[in-house]
């Protein structure tokens, strides 16, 4: 009985271990959703509604982090400048 139940058991592990096995080799590469979106988008006509506002999302987000590089080049020149106008008065 119990030889029956450990081979049962061994069998039952090895046929779940094959299915996981082979459900994680077909998968393939994930697909975000992003890149779902955007090929999805990419299929649309040009004045499609949806499409120009996806377009429009991207050039803001682009333009947002060109703004933002622009900003943090502007404050890290402002602080060097900052530390050079600076005038050391002697103590005593």
Do not use: H, W, Y
């Amino acid at each position: 009985m119990n030889k029956k139940l450990i081979a049962g058991v061994v069998v039952g592990i090895a046929v779940v271990a094959a299915v996981a096995k082979s459900r994680s080799a077909s998968a393939g590469p994930k697909v975000t959703m992003a890149e779902r979106m955007r090929k999805c988008m990419e299929e649309m006509p040009e004045d499609f509604p949806p499409r120009v506002m996806f377009d429009n999302v991207q050039a803001t987000r682009s333009n947002s982090e060109r703004i933002l590089d622009l900003l943090e080049e502007q404050q890290n020149k402002s602080d060097r400048s900052s530390i050079d106008d600076i005038e050391l008065v002697p103590t005593s």
